[in-house]
């Protein structure tokens, strides 16, 4: 049973729409071993795992994966591979639940896709739930299973505390976990920002932070005076508010000092810890005083030495200046029974299912260590003695949940005296969140008449006492945070545009961003050649992929994201984010192929078709493409646009007349028009000559991205206007659209770069070409990609043949598996094969050569086509380019100078003539080239 690969799935995907794993299992032998063939395998996983009863797999019922197990011929190792991983995520804590296994196509082999919340633990525990499986394989079939050795001296309950301990090292705490649980119940996207408490609600310029409970809204100053026990106390006291009498010291015969000028009893504890980190109360003499002194310098270089209030230790919550929660905390303890020893009662306890390690569950465990020990010590107990019953034996001094205390819901009770004392008290240290530990020995009752006094202000109050109290009301205190950060009506999101498609993402996509940019906006783009915010290039490479998107949605900045989506970056990791607003796919052709279990175009368009399956307001499909046409039955966008460039188009006509959206190339006195239909308005647009980028409406694969662009600023609340003036602004440039049917004319001919690399690709430069009707010769420099089909090879080399008078076959720099020569000595093979003579094929295997070898061969009239692979050197090498002679001229006589016929019939400037000197051949006046 071997993992073959593995992929973590950050956002949308082909299996669902939210973060899976996807785990590719060879099943081995025991693909002959379903689980009805394997006696006792389902007693003893249900041993190890109770909770799997609970599981209802396709019967919908708890108990339904356990009959799948056991009825008819039951399931497969990688189904219950599944189950097994998605439970004991929840064992940690987690809260997933889906899952899906099927056959991938080869002989034993299956997706195994789950659900995970954190991605480190949930292939962990896929991990853990193997060795499980081997572990409990009966002996005659571990036999037939060579891994079953990964399994050897196997002990599951010892591997899954320890899975759960390094789990919440790694997963969000309970107050994060809160807050995260709060923005996805109101709709606001968050990002993990790194592997603790770090996370980014909201997108783009309208992003707020927390960490933990500290928002990005919280002052520092406020946060630095809280931590401060003494400055705090000094505060709240010169404002009338109840504090206890404090010193500060720094030294154990000080501490004793300050205690009996205080008075006995004396609480001692760090001037800035938490959690109740080495505080110890209720000191009656020096000894002990000495001793809590000790325990609070291991956390604090400085001592606080106070007043000891006697009262019941409650947590109030403030938020946004509002009193949302409070809490009685009670220390970790246990109740004599008058027969079990406190180690046995301990033990009891524990087994508590609401009690687990550490923040896994609303409760933690009980721990006999040695702050318990010390605790026990002081009332003349061990961990053997035995309590009478109904007594309360505390193992720790305060009230800390992640101590073992517990806590009781007292919101609905509070005396109002109270609730503005709090309130005052978070409001004098300046927090927008802060939790007030107020001691009192009744919380319904005003402090004025019945004492208490504030120990200490939290800067960052954990939430779990609140979110699952042990007894009472929960509250949503998180939402409280969240209505703080984002008021009801305030926007936590920028406007995201998803483009894929075979041909034509970058160009439309950098369309799309010059139209938003254009009226003032800043935008993040994402694309085949880097991140791009306002304009420029941030990070340099193909940045179509999860990761490019979340560093746009990242940017405090951009208010508005063009995210190019590959085909690649879907099937590796799926999306960045969970929807865009509008999703466009512009065509799906044969390209890619082959690779990574795509073999069909029919495949290859349900990959794509994932940007419109998850677009909110608007999905933009290719109508004269089937496969994009078929994706409008799996959008649930509020209206979908179709693109066309076929004015006749039946299905396009009966869409716009029922007040549906579309963009349609019509054709007119002047040439074609760009016409747009939305809520039965007909909307002329622009004549597609005055895109520069079409040049003069020749580039028809360019129009057509027009179309899209247009359409999809328009779905975007982008104005005509604005459209327009974008569009006519928009060029083919290199440094507007690298790669993309860039045109140099600074030579005696012209050359077009293109990054073209499929069929569909290579048609559409073909036609443009054709269209541009150059009076000399045609010239193209051609590849394709390694890792392509034979049959790309074919048919691209088909989409070629005949149309010009010289080829010049090369190799990528990175030949991806093929021979040196094998790629252009196929593309030789197949134009002769489609009947190009030979002579006019050359095969030049390294780029640079082969590109040198065309504008060496370039004459006056001709027009170059170099499909390229480094784009940006190409580029250079084009327009660093320089003729050896501009004559044909061989005489010895050095002063005479014999042209060409091109050159004689050149109209010169007025004063010019063509001179030969030890510079070589130049066109000079006077003294001036």
């Given amino acids: 049973m071997k993992v073959l690969e593995t992929r973590v799935y950050q956002g949308p995907n082909q299996w669902a729409h939210f973060p899976v794993i996807l785990q590719v299992l060879d099943l081995g032998a025991l693909e002959h071993h379903p689980t009805v063939m394997l006696p006792h395998f389902v007693e003893k996983l249900t041993a190890a795992i109770p909770s799997l009863v609970e599981h209802g797999c396709s019967y919908g019922t708890a108990g339904g994966f356990l009959r799948r197990m056991q009825e008819n011929e039951g399931t497969w190792m990688g189904h219950v591979l599944e189950h097994v991983a998605i439970e004991i995520q929840n064992l940690a804590g987690a809260r997933v639940s889906f899952g899906k296994t099927r056959g991938n196509g080869a002989p034993g082999q299956y ?3 789950f659900e995970y919340e954190e991605a480190q633990v949930g292939e962990q525990a896929a991990a853990l739930a193997r060795k499980l499986l081997l572990s409990i394989l009966p002996d005659e079939v571990k036999l037939l299973v060579p891994e079953v050795r990964e399994a050897r001296n196997f002990d599951f309950q010892e591997q899954l505390e320890d899975f759960i301990r390094w789990t919440q090292k790694r997963a969000l705490g309970p107050s994060t976990a809160s807050l995260v649980r709060a923005a996805k119940a109101r709709g606001i996207p968050w990002i993990r920002l790194n592997e603790y408490s770090l996370i980014q609600f909201g997108h783009g310029k309208y992003q707020k932070r927390i960490q933990a409970t500290v928002t990005s809204e919280t002052r520092h100053i406020a946060v630095q005076i809280a931590s401060d026990k003494e400055e705090t106390n000094k505060i709240l006291g ?6 206890p009498r404090q010193r500060l010291v720094r030294d154990a015969e000080n501490a004793v000092r300050a205690a009996e000028r205080l008075g006995y009893p004396v609480v001692v504890k760090p001037l800035d810890a938490n959690h109740g980190r080495g505080v110890s109360i209720g000191l009656t003499d020096a000894a002990q005083v000495r001793v809590g002194f000790d325990v609070a310098r291991e956390h604090a270089r400085s001592v606080i030495v106070e007043t000891f209030i006697e009262g019941l230790d409650h947590r109030m919550l403030v938020i946004n200046n509002q009193l949302v929660a409070v809490a009685k905390r ?4 246990v109740v004599g029974d008058g027969i079990k020893t406190i180690a046995q009662l301990v033990d009891i306890v524990n087994q508590d299912p609401n009690r687990g390690i550490g923040h896994e569950k609303i409760l933690t465990r009980l721990e006999l260590d040695h702050q318990a020990n010390e605790q026990l010590s002081k009332v003349g107990l061990t961990t053997e003695s035995i309590p009478d019953a109904g007594k309360v034996v505390y193992l720790r001094a305060t009230g800390n949940l992640s101590t073992g205390g517990t806590a009781v819901d007292v919101t609905d009770i509070v005396h109002p005296d109270n609730r503005e004392m709090a309130v005052r008290a978070v409001q004098a240290i300046g927090l927008d969140v802060g939790g007030v530990d107020f001691l ?7 402090y004025k008449e019945v004492g208490g006094a504030i120990c200490e202000i ?15 009301t929960p509250r949503d205190v998180a939402g409280a945070v969240m209505d703080m950060l984002f008021p009801p009506g305030t926007p936590t999101r920028i406007p995201i545009a998803a483009v894929t498609g075979t041909n034509g993402k970058t160009t439309t996509a950098r369309m799309l961003a010059h139209i938003h940019k254009m009226r003032g906006k800043i935008v993040g783009l994402a694309s085949t050649d880097g991140v791009y915010i306002d304009g420029w290039r941030k990070v340099e490479g193909d940045m179509t992929g999860p990761v490019a998107a979340q560093m746009v949605l990242r940017d405090p900045t951009v208010d508005t994201a063009v995210l190019e989506t590959a085909r690649g970056g879907l099937l590796r990791a799926g999306m960045g984010y969970r929807y865009c607003n509008v999703g466009a796919v512009l065509n799906v052709a044969e390209d890619h192929l082959g690779l990574k279990g795509i073999d069909t175009l029919e495949q290859l368009a349900q990959i794509k078709r994932i940007v419109v399956e998850v677009a909110r307001d608007a999905a933009v499909l290719n109508a004269d493409d089937a496969h994009c046409l078929r994706m409008a039955d799996h959008t649930d966008a509020k209206n979908i646009w179709y693109v066309t460039m076929n004015q006749a188009h039946s299905l396009v006509r009966e869409h716009i007349r029922a007040g549906g959206s579309a963009v349609v190339l019509e054709g007119g006195i002047n040439g074609h028009m760009i016409t747009l239909y939305h809520q039965g308005a007909q909307m002329p647009l622009l004549w597609t000559h005055l895109i520069p980028a079409t040049l003069e409406g020749r580039a028809m694969h360019n129009v057509q991205n027009a179309m899209f662009a247009a359409a999809m600023a328009y779905a975007m609340d982008v104005r005509l206007d604005d459209i327009r003036t974008g569009l006519r602004t928009f060029d083919s440039t290199f440094f507007q659209a690298p790669g993309r049917m860039n045109v140099f004319a600074e030579l005696p001919f012209r050359v077009i770069v293109d990054y073209g690399h499929n069929a569909a690709a290579v048609k559409a430069m073909v036609q443009t070409v054709l269209a541009m009707e150059p009076t000399g010769k045609k010239r193209v420099v051609v590849a394709v990609p390694g890792d392509r089909r034979d049959a790309d090879v ?7 043949a005949g149309r010009f008078d010289q080829y010049i076959c090369r190799r990528d720099d990175n030949p991806r598996g093929r021979g040196d020569t094998e790629i252009p000595e196929m593309l030789k093979n197949c134009l002769v094969a489609e009947g190009v003579p030979e002579d006019t094929i050359h095969v030049v295997v390294k780029e640079a050569d082969a590109v040198d070898f065309a504008l060496r061969e370039g004459q006056p009239g001709d027009l170059i086509l170099v499909f390229a692979d480094q784009v940006t050197r190409t580029w250079k090498q084009v327009i660093r380019f320089r003729p050896e ?4 001229a061989t005489d010895e006589d050095p002063g005479t100078l014999r042209l060409t016929p091109e050159l004689e019939l050149m109209e010169l400037p007025e004063g010019s003539q063509w001179v030969r000197d030890d510079r070589g051949v130049r066109l000079a006046r006077g003294d001036e080239d």
């Avoid at 010169?238 to 504090?243: A, E, H, Q, T």
């Avoid at 939290?458 to 009472?472: D, I, K, L, Y």
């Fill in 885 to 888: 002679k501009a004559s044909a």
């Fill in 111 to 113: 997706n195994v896709v």
């Fill in 458 to 472: 939290n800067a960052a109050p954990g939430f779990r006492m609140h979110v699952a109290p042990t007894e009472g």
């Fill in 440 to 446: 009192s020995p009744d919380i319904s009752r005003s």
């Fill in 794 to 800: 074919t048919a691209i080399a088909r989409e070629l």
């Fill in 238 to 243: 010169d404002l009338g508010l109840p504090v």
């Fill in 330 to 333: 009670v220390p970790g303890h």
